[in-house]
């Protein structure tokens, strides 16, 4: 999709809410349309003409093309807020703040002539010759929802499953997605908690779902029928806003707090272990268990990572290191991410609110980290979170992507020192909250502040 057709998509997001209120189903078929007829002049990219023409490579357009692109996008959304207004909704502060742009890229020499890229929709292979900026292009939505009134906190496919997808919110529930159904639906909608959901983790086997609450409580769930098996009430009766099942003992789970407690709980009993807490400064805002070296990691609202060394089989917690990621500005750290690096260290990705997303080596067994990468994205006050593509193009190595508040979602190539942005969707109309692939990469999910969830497709 191109700068400007997610921009058009974007504005009728905006306004969807507005639309039908009666008739939720009638919203998603509405934004799936519009995607279809921006699709339909495309269909003959799938195949390549026999001489180079304007559909199979980069397109230059003309100054008064640019303009008449910005004048649709200015004309469309003065039309619709009119008919919102007509139809007696006075509400439309969220509609108002809406930038136009046409994506072009500028140079002092050519200012007065921007050129938009032409992104070109592929199908992703491991064993293809794509640029990353093809690879990670997506053809459109396959799913949409707004059943969540609330931000929705935190996204994730089942593990080795591409079709199963579940979202946590502030709204206080949980949504399983079916994504293989015809439509795409909900299947299961998780209620226990009695404030926002902050996090939820999936165990190895997907039988399980772990979740936590600003209520301070942890559930445990079961996938297959939604049955809510325990809750567990945090020791220190605050809010609870991480957690995470042991990779290497599922029937343990480390839970962070607002009062900056790093817990162990024994899920399968509700027991505390003995030696299984420990304290940080501040608020614990995000946990990452690590798949090597029994490591925890959490982040706090005061800029720092702290490691953790676990004994999993008696639920030990033991301080490793601690480190300061963000030193000014917003110093809230929201998302941290591991996973093994292609180059043999082990790799951790973290969401700071100072506007960076950094990506650092693991160096040593007790969790120290040096910095590798550090990319620019929109972030200053919420909990904004990012991934690891899980599949990588073997010529320019890893991929990530990381929500951003002005509701754009980024994709970076970590073989890049500058100009590291290779990919930007812009579908929603506020700050992007989360982000989530599965397995193969062929469906991407990303939620917003307002609650909706876009789930893209390859």
């Known amino acids: 999709m191109t700068s400007l057709e997610q921009q058009i998509v974007a504005v009728d997001t905006k306004f969807n809410k507005y639309r039908a209120s009666a008739n939720p189903q009638f919203k998603k078929t509405y934004l799936k349309r519009r995607m279809q007829l921006l699709n339909a002049s495309k269909s003959s990219d799938s195949t390549t003409c026999p001489t180079d023409c ?5 397109s230059t357009l003309a100054k008064e ?3 008449a692109a910005t004048n649709y996008l200015q004309l469309r959304t003065q039309l619709l807020r009119k008919h919102c207004k007509s139809q007696g909704i006075s509400d439309l502060q969220s509609t108002k703040s809406f930038s136009f742009t046409t994506g072009e890229s500028r ?17 992703f292979s491991p064993s293809s010759n ?23 906190t935190h996204l994730m496919f089942a593990h080795n499953c591409a079709n199963t997808l579940i979202a946590s919110s502030l709204d206080g529930t949980l949504s399983v997605y079916k994504l293989e159904s015809e439509p795409p639906s909900v299947s299961l909608t998780l209620q226990g908690h009695s404030k926002g959901v902050t996090d939820f983790d999936i165990s190895t086997s997907n039988e399980l779902v772990v979740s936590c609450s600003l209520d301070g409580t942890a559930c445990l769930w079961q996938l297959s029928d939604g049955k809510l098996l325990r809750q567990v009430s945090s020791a220190c009766r605050q ?10 003992n599922n029937n343990m789970v480390v839970a962070g707090s607002v009062a900056g407690l790093v817990q162990i709980i024994n899920i399968s009993t509700g027991i505390f272990p003995v030696s299984g807490t420990s304290t940080v400064p501040g608020s614990v805002l995000c946990l990452s268990a690590g ?22 089989r008696v639920g030990k917690l033991a301080k490793g290191h601690r480190l300061v990621v963000a030193e000014s500005g917003s110093q809230r750290v929201t998302s941290i991410t591991s996973r093994p690096s292609t180059t043999g260290q082990p790799m951790l990705l973290v969401s700071a609110g100072n ?42 190595g890893d991929c990530v992507v990381s929500a951003s508040e002005d509701g754009a979602v980024y994709f970076f190539d970590v073989s890049k020192s500058s100009r590291a942005c290779i990919n930007k969707l812009q579908a929603h109309s506020c700050a992007a909250m989360a982000v989530a692939f599965n397995y193969s990469e062929t469906f991407l999910a990303t939620s917003d502040k307002s609650g909706l969830v876009i789930v893209w497709k390859r």
């Open 54 to 58: 304007s559909c199979c490579s980069p």
């Open 65 to 67: 093309d640019v303009r």
């Open 107 to 123: 140079s002092p020499s050519q200012a007065s002539y921007p050129r938009i890229q032409k992104s070109l929709s592929v199908t």
């Open 130 to 152: 794509l640029l990353p900026s093809e690879a990670y292009d997506f053809r459109g939505f396959h799913h949409l929802s707004d059943l969540h009134r609330a931000a929705v």
């Open 239 to 248: 809010g609870l806003t991480s957690c995470r099942f042991l990779p290497g």
């Open 291 to 312: 798949l090597q070296d029994s490591l925890v990691w959490a982040g706090t609202d005061r800029g720092t990572v702290m490691s953790f060394r676990v004994d999993t």
């Open 355 to 396: 506007n960076c997303l950094l990506l650092y080596t693991v160096t040593d067994s007790l969790g120290s980290l040096k910095l590798h990468r550090k990319f620019p994205v929109v972030h200053s006050d919420l909990t904004l979170r990012s991934t690891f593509a899980p599949l990588m193009s073997f010529r320019s």
